[in-house]
């Protein structure tokens, strides 16, 4: 995602190329950089972007912050559904069976020069 520097937006890269926005060389310049103005606000004057920016930090940008909370244990008995559903669902809760075999056991790395490759042997 890239962020622009003076409205905050955010961009796909596949959108900007798919909308003929920027192109593969601008990516590098933009990287190198790790400056961008979105096609919004590229035209824009010094004196423009400053208002932008501006607006959009006073009446745009928008922080989210959220503390988890998890319910008093006591609540389960309040419902009757709600405890007959938490205890259908614990009851479906299954332990995997260890004394199986991994799916992938029989998969085998090799190391061949500098890259790991995975050969197969498939047994019927």
């Known amino acids: ?5 003076v409205c905050n937006r955010t961009y796909h890269w596949q959108c900007l190329l798919k909308t003929s926005c ?7 310049a933009i990287d190198a950089n790790n ?6 606000c590229i035209n824009l004057n010094q004196n423009e972007k400053r208002i ?3 607006y959009s930090q006073k009446k745009e940008l928008v922080e989210v912050s959220w503390n988890p909370t ?3 244990e006591e609540l389960q008995n309040t419902c ?3 405890k007959q559903s938490l205890k259908k669902f614990e009851e479906e809760i299954t ?4 004394s199986q075999p991994a799916p992938d056991e ?3 790395m090799t190391n061949h020069g500098t890259s790991l490759s995975m050969d197969c042997k498939f047994e019927p």
């Not at 332990?95 to 260890?98: D, H, M, S, V």
């Open 52 to 54: 932008r920016i501006l």
């Open 80 to 82: 009757k559904s709600f």
């Open 1 to 5: 995602m890239f962020i622009c520097n």
């Open 70 to 72: 998890w319910e008093p």
């Open 22 to 28: 920027c192109n593969a060389t601008e990516r590098e």
């Open 95 to 98: 332990a995997p069976n260890l």
């Open 35 to 40: 400056s961008w103005a979105c096609p919004a």
């Open 106 to 108: 029989h998969l085998v």
